[in-house]
Nanobody, 128 residues
Framework: QVTLVESGGGLVQAGASLRLSCTAS????????????VGWFRQAPGKEREFVGT????????SYAESVKGRFTISWDSPANTVYLQMNTLKSEDTAVYYC?????????????????WGQGTQVTVSS
């Protein structure tokens, strides 16, 4: 079992920055970290949950949705078992509940049906 706990959401103005954190815990994750990817999805009101980005802890390789490339950065802190989402130049269309996610490294992380574990979500609101 893997538990994911997010923090860092809030209300900001367009153009501002915000950093989300997600700490992973659980015996399975601690022992088999190399077999997981972690990352973020988001869900805006009335829309489906969509992929934002992911990082592979064992290699630090990252992947991003086109809509956030160049503005968002994902990073992994091994000692803290924490994944960060640094969001810069925020836009009103970035407003959503952001969910931390973890999945086996063999799965397609960009597809929400492939995700093994979800966090509880944290609200990000960008005012224009």
């Amino acid at each position: 079992q893997v538990t994911l706990v997010e923090s860092g959401g809030g209300l900001v103005q367009a153009g501002a920055s915000l950093r989300l954190s997600c700490t992973a815990s659980g015996r399975a994750f601690r022992i088999y970290t190399a077999q997981y990817r972690v990352g973020w999805f988001r869900q805006a009101p009335g829309k489906e949950r969509e992929f934002v980005g992911t990082v592979t802890p064992i290699s630090a390789a990252t992947s991003y949705a086109e809509s956030v490339k160049g503005r968002f950065t994902i990073s992994w802190d091994s000692p803290a078992n924490t994944v960060y989402l640094q969001m810069n130049t925020l836009k009103s269309e970035d407003t959503a509940v952001y969910y931390c996610a973890a999945a086996s490294i063999s799965r397609d992380f960009s597809r929400r049906s492939e995700i093994d574990y979800w966090g509880q979500g944290t609200q990000v609101t960008v005012s224009s």
